[in-house]
């Protein structure tokens, strides 16, 4: 069974207080408060109700806060087959979510189209919104997704503050047309 990270950030400790950096802190906030979307259309979606239930229980890391509202959430979980013509509905809804944002492609068919390999079926949902974090499988179990979560924390935990506003992350998006 995964065990929650207990972890502190990194500090110097004198008497009777501590100093440590904001991004950190900050990145600890983020990576234990995750209000994920999850984006289901098909089987995978059936593993993430599993993965949310009592037996794994996404609450210990937590993400127990499902949000269906766009604006109000940081993690876009892409769970199934996606259909080319759900394409910029994905793309729309990726961009009314509000910044800092990250995404997970759960499963072979987000991540690849897995087995559909047809005219119909977009081939990963890296085709029209960055993706961060892949996990495999068809259907991915629910340590997969959990072994997900934990490493979109990592990258939360880790990510400077001023990468949204970097360079770098312009031409990312623009690779996409998003503003
Ligand atoms: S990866 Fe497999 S289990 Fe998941 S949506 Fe595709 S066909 Fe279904």
């Given at each position: 069974?995964?065990?929650?990270?207990?972890?502190?950030?990194?500090?110097?400790?004198?008497?009777?207080?501590?100093?440590?950096?904001?991004?950190?802190?900050?990145?600890?906030?983020?990576?234990?408060?995750?209000?994920?979307?999850?984006?289901?259309?098909?089987?995978?979606?059936?593993?993430?109700?599993?993965?949310?239930?009592?037996?794994?229980?996404?609450?210990?890391?937590?993400?127990?806060?499902?949000?269906?509202?766009?604006?109000?959430?940081?993690?876009?979980?892409?769970?199934?087959?996606?259909?080319?013509?759900?394409?910029?509905?994905?793309?729309?809804v990726y961009v009314?979510?509000?910044?800092?944002?990250w995404v997970i492609?759960?499963?072979?068919?987000?991540?690849?189209?897995?087995?559909?390999?047809?005219?119909?079926?977009?081939?990963?949902?890296?085709?029209?919104?960055?993706?961060?974090?892949?996990?495999?499988?068809?259907?991915?179990?629910?340590?997969?997704?959990?072994?997900?979560?934990?490493?979109?924390?990592?990258?939360m935990k880790n990510?400077?503050?001023?990468?949204?506003?970097?360079?770098?992350?312009?031409?990312?998006?623009?690779?996409?047309?998003?503003?």
């Open positions: 069974m995964i065990k929650k990270s207990t972890e502190t950030p990194e500090m110097y400790l004198g008497e009777g207080f501590g100093l440590t950096r904001l991004d950190k802190v900050v990145g600890l906030a983020r990576a234990n408060s995750i209000w994920p979307l999850p984006f289901a259309t098909s089987c995978c979606g059936i593993e993430f109700m599993a993965t949310m239930a009592a037996t794994y229980d996404l609450g210990r890391f937590g993400a127990e806060r499902l949000s269906f509202s766009p604006r109000q959430a940081d993690l876009l979980m892409v769970m199934g087959t996606i259909a080319k013509k759900m394409g910029p509905i994905l793309k729309q009314q979510m509000a910044e800092p944002k492609a759960v499963g072979a068919c987000a991540s690849s189209g897995g087995i559909f390999d047809t005219y119909s079926v977009l081939q990963g949902i890296d085709k029209v919104i960055p993706v961060d974090v892949y996990v495999p499988g068809c259907p991915p179990p629910p340590e997969a997704i959990l072994d997900g979560i934990l490493k979109i924390q990592e990258l990510e400077p503050l001023n990468r949204r506003s970097s360079e770098e992350y312009r031409l990312l998006m623009d690779k996409y047309g998003i503003d």
